[in-house]
């Protein structure tokens, strides 16, 4: 699905766009600085002001990043309405790139919201295989609190294991930023 934005105003989405369209260059640094590799060249794919700032799930999250091929693997790992990337970038079809951005700590507070049986069975399976791979602690709740970080985790596991695909989750955490109107306290600051 694609998803087109409003040029962002405030928050993750004005500072995604902001990276992605004016210094992606910087991002591409940090990432060198990671991997050390050269990725000058990669291409951001999304959020593109000249694709009307959009951001893709599902199936068509594959096609922007030239990936199509596993889309029906991917119906089988994860139901339709799968995370919305903040941004989607390659570097020669030899490196993908799933970005998610946040600006405040609220953003990172999430639950599952599947409704559906079928939908919850395949997200914890899924889930399940996930966390096997990762070697994470038996007991752990993905479903509440951090589920948007754990769905993240799988998708990456998604591209990684079952598409052999050199994938990377890249998680962006804008900092300082004052447009909220509420003052959150966390590690001993305000945020």
Known sequence: ???PQPKGIKGSLKWIQVLINDCSDLL?????????????ATEWLSPRKD???AEYRDDDFLKVLGI???????????PKNG???????????????????????PEIISSCQAKHSDSKAKIKTSIERTKKSLNSIKGNNW????????NRL??????????????????????????RTKNVTGGGGKV
Request: aromatic letters at 24%; charged letters at 25%; one cysteine or more.
């Open 1 to 3: 699905m694609r998803i």
């Open 154 to 179: 799988c998708h990456l596991y998604f591209l990684r294991e079952i598409c052999g695909l050199n994938a990377y989750l890249v998680f962006i955490y804008f900092c300082n930023y004052k447009g």
């Open 28 to 40: 591409n640094r940090k990432i060198y600085e990671r991997l050390t590799d050269d990725f000058s």
């Open 143 to 150: 479903y509440k609190g951090f589920y948007q970080y754990a």
């Open 51 to 53: 694709d009307e700032y």
């Open 83 to 105: 995370p919305q990337w903040d941004a989607l970038g390659k570097l020669e079809n030899r490196y993908y790139f799933l970005i998610e951005a946040k600006a405040n700590i």
């Open 68 to 78: 199509e091929k596993y889309q029906d693997q991917l119906a089988v790992f994860w």
